[in-house]
């Protein structure tokens, strides 16, 4: 059984995630960064949080799918 907490970090994350694919970066920022503040090593919303910085400063390419290509290890 899920926590509240847990619950809002993962409604949060769900928000996100959905802006994330409509490249809402500001928005989805928003609500990662929220998840992270009631559980600070939530790796999921890290994980997103930074791919919608790098998206914010160098934009995907117009038929971008959502998919996220590392380009380093």
Request: glycine share 4%; with cysteine.
């Amino acid at each position: 059984m899920l926590t509240a907490e847990k619950k809002q970090v993962v409604d949060l994350y769900n928000d996100g995630l959905s802006l994330y694919k409509e490249r809402k970066w500001p928005e989805a920022i928003q609500k990662f960064e929220q998840a992270l503040q009631i559980i600070p090593d939530d790796g999921p919303s890290k994980l997103y949080l930074e791919r919608c910085q790098h998206f914010q400063e160098n934009p995907p390419a117009d038929d971008w799918d959502g998919v996220y290509t590392m380009t380093t290890k």
